[in-house]
């Protein structure tokens, strides 16, 4: 089992002749994932990599005689309100929005109507998903990842690529990726995220990648206490940032006393967490526990 793609997740990309979305169809069709459509404004008729392009979501999914299980958006942040609201329009269950830096009044409508439909919006400024082995619907650099059992769930995409990569290394694989998002709105939350992993049956250990800003960590920290069954590991970035200074993401700025460092570790350590100072101690720390559980 994986958390919210595997091999038979069809998925549509929006943006799929850009150079980006061109790229990583590759790189999904690559790992089997069942990409069945593009779709580009103005480009209907054209092909990425053998998928078929559609100048539309509505075009799209009449073509496929269905509506996908998920979109993948590859569109600039000033262009990503529009496509998304697309997807909605068409009931995608599954949406994630690549884009950083989309204004945050369009975000909370798109998530506010998200929840209204009952569809799952995932990011904006998210690398996206992946179920290592069976399906990719993101950014991420897969080199960096192996099929197992720790669930991921990241703030940051790039320290996410680190420590997969500092397990992998190891020789423990993943079972799902979860890139939460880093801007300061977005839709499917880290708590969510863990959430999902918690009830895993193929996730043994959960790996929490945070960083200053918000208070994203601490929720996760208030959900693992009162519901978390498996063990966890966090690790926090941005130690030395100065207050009232954006650390990287829109979302990574400690203001009004909110989202510090220190903050975000004492949280996770009264839950019972294991905070690592590394993406190589992060990984440490989960071969220490599955090492344990299987004595």
């Known amino acids: 089992m994986t958390v919210l793609i595997d091999a ?10 850009g150079n980006a979305g061109a790229y990583h169809i ?21 092909t990425v990599h053998g998928v078929p392009v559609h100048g539309s979501v509505a075009a799209a999914c009449d073509a496929l005689g269905t509506v996908p299980d998920a979109t993948l958006i590859f569109q600039p942040a000033h262009r990503a309100a529009a496509s998304a609201n697309e997807a909605l329009d068409a009931r995608i269950p599954l949406i994630i929005l690549v884009a950083e ?6 975000t909370l409508r798109l998530v506010q109507r998200a929840r209204d439909l009952g569809v799952r919006l995932v990011g904006p400024n998210t690398p996206g998903l992946l179920s290592p082995g069976k399906a990719k619907a993101g950014l991420m650099p897969m080199r960096a990842f192996s099929q197992g059992t720790v669930g991921m769930v990241s703030r940051s995409g790039t320290l996410s690529y680190e420590t997969a990569m500092e397990l992998t290394k190891r020789g423990i694989g993943q079972s799902t990726f979860v890139g939460a998002g880093g801007d300061p709105a977005r839709g499917t939350s880290m708590a969510e995220a863990v959430g999902l992993l918690n009830d895993d049956p193929d996730t043994n250990v959960i ?6 800003g918000g208070n994203q960590e601490e929720t996760a920290a208030a959900y693992i206490r009162a519901q978390g069954r498996k063990p ?64």
């Open 232 to 295: 966890v590991v966090a690790m926090i970035a941005g130690r030395a940032a100065r207050p009232g200074r954006r650390m990287g993401h829109a979302g990574a700025l400690v203001s009004g006393g909110v989202g510090a460092f220190a903050d975000k570790v004492a949280a996770l350590q009264d839950a019972g967490i294991a905070v690592a100072d590394s993406p190589a101690d992060a990984a440490r720390r989960v071969a220490a526990i599955l090492q344990d559980g299987n004595r």
């Open 8 to 17: 038979t997740t069809s998925i549509m990309v929006q943006g799929a002749t």
């Open 207 to 212: 790996v929490v990648i945070g960083e200053i």
């Open 26 to 46: 590759g790189e999904m069709l690559t790992i089997g994932t069942r990409v069945v459509a593009g779709a580009d404004t103005g480009k209907d008729g054209e």
């Open 101 to 106: 830096g989309v204004p945050v009044h369009d």
